[in-house]
């Protein structure tokens, strides 16, 4: 059974930064997607950034450098560094990881964000 377990939301100004983690426990196996996605109030759940085991990365066009996804394969976490955040990055963050192996799919409990005016 794969555990996602999520970090580092909080309330932060425009402007500010902010570092999420997410750490997956049990057989997420060698070959997976690690990333990132955000639901706002009344919206549906958008993808933030993804990074394959290989190393390919993939970013939303809002976030584009401005955010950075980066992970650890030794410890299966997964980081986000948001900077120069903006109002409208404001929602709750999930954590995802496919697993090729298996087909599976795994979501976080997920992490607020606010960032305030």
């Known amino acids: 059974q794969v555990q996602l377990v999520e970090s580092g939301g909080g309330l932060v100004q425009a402007g500010g930064s902010l570092r999420l983690s997410c750490a997956a426990s049990?057989?997420?196996?060698?070959?997976?997607?690690m990333g990132w996605y955000r639901q706002a109030p009344g919206k549906q759940r958008e993808l933030v950034a993804t990074?394959?085991?290989?190393?390919?990365?993939n970013y939303a066009d809002s976030v584009k450098g401005r955010f950075t996804i980066s992970r650890d394969n030794a410890k299966n976490t997964v980081y986000l560094q948001m900077n120069s955040l903006k109002p409208e990055d404001t929602a709750v963050y999930y954590c995802?990881?496919?697993?090729?192996?298996?087909?599976?799919?795994?979501w976080g409990q997920g992490t607020q964000v606010t960032v305030s005016s």
């Open positions: 995802n990881v496919f697993t090729y192996l298996s087909g599976q799919n795994y």
């Open positions: 990074l394959t085991s290989g190393g390919t990365t």
């Open positions: 049990g057989s997420i196996f060698s070959r997976n997607v």
